[in-house]
């Protein structure tokens, strides 16, 4: 029933910039809440940024001052803009979300996910 789909990875060079996509179904009308992990392959997934259903962030120390997520209701998703990126920024983007109210940035606190974009940051 609940659907995610990410869109927007692709490979960019060191200080570039790259927007995120994620679109949700499924969900209705309840409230909602939505993150981004990344993974890079043999290394354990990590929360990136993640967003309440009103609308209030939450970011990783590394993704202060360089990311932003936002949301995007009339797609019911979100969006991650990253800037100024980083060759260890490198890595599986995920998007992640569940019914309820906001908890933290733990994969264990989401029970919904996507595929995974890649993002390749070269130096």
């Known amino acids: 029933q609940v659907l995610l789909k990410e869109s927007g990875g692709g490979s960019v060079q060191a200080g570039g910039s790259l927007t995120l996509s994620c679109a949700a179904s499924?969900?209705?009308?309840?409230?909602?809440?939505m993150g981004w992990f990344r993974q890079v392959l043999g290394k354990e997934r990590e929360g990136v940024a993640g967003i309440d259903g009103d609308g209030r962030p939450t970011y990783a120390d590394y993704a202060k001052g360089r990311f932003t997520i936002s949301k995007d209701n009339a797609k019911n998703g979100m969006h991650l803009q990253m800037t100024n990126l980083k060759p260890e920024d490198t890595a599986m983007y995920y998007c992640?979300?569940?019914?309820?109210?906001?908890?933290?940035?733990?994969?264990?606190?989401?029970?919904?996910w996507g595929q995974g974009t890649q993002v390749t940051v070269s130096s």
């Open positions: 992640a979300a569940d019914r309820g109210w906001w908890q933290s940035l733990r994969e264990s606190a989401f029970g919904y």
């Open positions: 499924g969900f209705g009308a309840s409230t909602v809440y």
